[in-house]
């Protein structure tokens, strides 16, 4: 299309010819544009006087013009018919619908807010929408702007600046909520962490001291076996050199000298082996004193999932993994198999003391089960107590129920196990 538009315009006025006129030298150019070139063209005195001449700008050739002037000169038709058609194709078309091909968008949908065509209203998806034309709906919204912003009052602004700075410190509050608690959590593992590099380091400093032990026990035999080794291996170089000994006078007092110190080597007592035990060992002091049972528990602790509750108006944890009821629940059985063993432990002692001494232990038994009671009594008060305030708990705040749940009852068991602990005591000091 650009050379198109290159081929069509004038190489005077540079735009598209406008009433074309052909010269006699075939060359087109705008009537307009000829007639300024006729004006200031040179006169020349060899033409008729009824003649004018004209200069072609393309071909530079001087050519006489009708009498009447540039009127005269023919239209290029075929051209001109060309840039008209140029002119209608270049003008800019309507926007088409495209689901429908050829069918203008000249409808505006004011659901959809969309301008759509006549096919989209009679079949298409917008059939049955409420329509308006295009310039009508904008006139009509034209006013809409400026009633919302009048809406916007003064107090509109005022609550909603003040909303944000509300929700801003809520935020620094949260904030420093879960600072507080980092700083808790590095304060608790650094304490761990210092408790066990003082324990590594009083066990390895105890090791150093029985290795020094060994060192001291072992290190003087073990000199005095080399000592011997050296003077043998010193006696047998002494005979040999006796035996090559020439003189015999010479030889008779290195033989002598040479019997002295074998039978005064033979006479000196070799140390025996000492067999020293280290105890106990680190693996079985470890196993006993460090069960394994705490490493365990210390790699099975739950670490909580923290997440802000909206409910509360503070920080809600649930144990992390998947199976977080499922532990709860292993919580709650175990601490009631704990609370049964305990009372039946309990109760074994008393029929052992009543076996051994039946006359005397028959005070003691009335004494030991009204302990047992009311050890039974307030562990069925507190447990009854625990569960209630658990369930309230549970209504506002169902997602933290078991872990709770399961810190109040393990704290019952934990009194529980006391209070057998303290039984146990009064039954074996009597």
């Known amino acids: 299309m650009e050379n198109l538009e290159e ?7 540079y735009s598209l010819f406008s009433d074309p006129r052909v010269l006699p030298c075939s060359h087109t150019f705008c ?25 072609c700008p393309n071909c ?25 058609k140029y002119q209608r194709d270049n003008e800019p078309r309507p926007p088409s619908c495209p689901e429908h091909s050829r069918q203008p968008l000249n409808m505006y949908c004011i659901q959809d807010r969309q301008l759509i065509c006549g096919l989209c209203l009679t079949v298409g998806q917008h059939q049955g929408h409420p329509i308006d034309d295009l310039q009508a709906a904008f006139i009509r919204e034209k006013q809409t702007p400026s009633r ?35 700083q808790e959590v590095n304060q ?9 590099a003082r324990k590594r380091q009083a066990y390895l400093e105890v090791l150093d001291r029985a290795g020094a032990d060994v060192s001291r026990a072992y290190d003087p035999l073990i000199h005095r076996v080399k000592e011997l080794q050296e003077e043998q291996l010193d006696l047998v170089s002494l005979g040999s050199s006796v035996e090559e000994e020439d003189s015999p006078l010479v030889f008779l007092e290195k033989v002598h000298l040479l019997r002295e110190r074998v039978e005064e080597f033979l006479k000196s007592p070799l140390p025996s082996v000492i067999n020293l035990s280290v105890s106990p060992r680190a693996a079985e002091f470890l196993q006993q004193r460090w ?31 998947e199976a977080g009821g499922g532990q709860s629940h292993n919580c709650v059985q175990d601490f009631w198999c704990e609370t049964f063993s305990v009372m039946l432990l309990g109760l074994l002692l008393l029929l052992g003391v009543l076996w051994v001494n039946p006359v005397g232990g028959a005070s003691l038994g009335f004494s030991v089960l009204s302990q047992l009671s ?28 078991v872990e709770r749940w399961s810190i109040q009852l393990s704290s019952v068991g934990q009194k529980a196990f006391q209070q057998l602990t303290a039984l146990f005591q009064t039954l074996t000091s009597l």
Not at 297 to 317: F, H, N, Y
């Open 188 to 196: 608790f593992f650094q304490s761990l962490e210092a408790i066990l």
């Open 7 to 13: 081929d069509l315009t004038c190489s005077v006025c």
């Open 148 to 182: 919302l912003l009048a809406r916007l009052s003064d107090q509109r602004w005022a609550q909603v600046c003040e909303l944000g700075e509300q929700l801003e410190q809520e935020k620094a509050r949260c904030e420093s909520l879960v600072r507080q608690d980092r």
């Open 374 to 401: 009311q050890f039974v009594h307030s562990l069925s008060s507190e447990l009854l107590t625990s569960v209630r305030d658990t369930a309230g708990t549970a209504y506002t705040l169902m997602d933290g129920f």
């Open 60 to 84: 530079r050739n001087v050519m006489e013009l009708p009498p009447t002037g540039i009127g005269a000169l023919p239209t290029n038709v075929s051209l001109r018919a060309i840039i008209e």
């Open 291 to 321: 069960p394994a049972v705490t490493i365990r528990s210390l790699e099975e602790a739950p670490v909580p999932k923290v997440s802000c509750c909206t409910r509360c108006g503070g920080v809600e944890a649930g144990s992390e993994g």
């Open 31 to 55: 009537k307009a544009c000829l007639d300024n070139l006729l004006q200031v063209s040179t006169n020349y005195s060899i033409w008729r006087p009824l003649r004018m001449p004209l200069k």
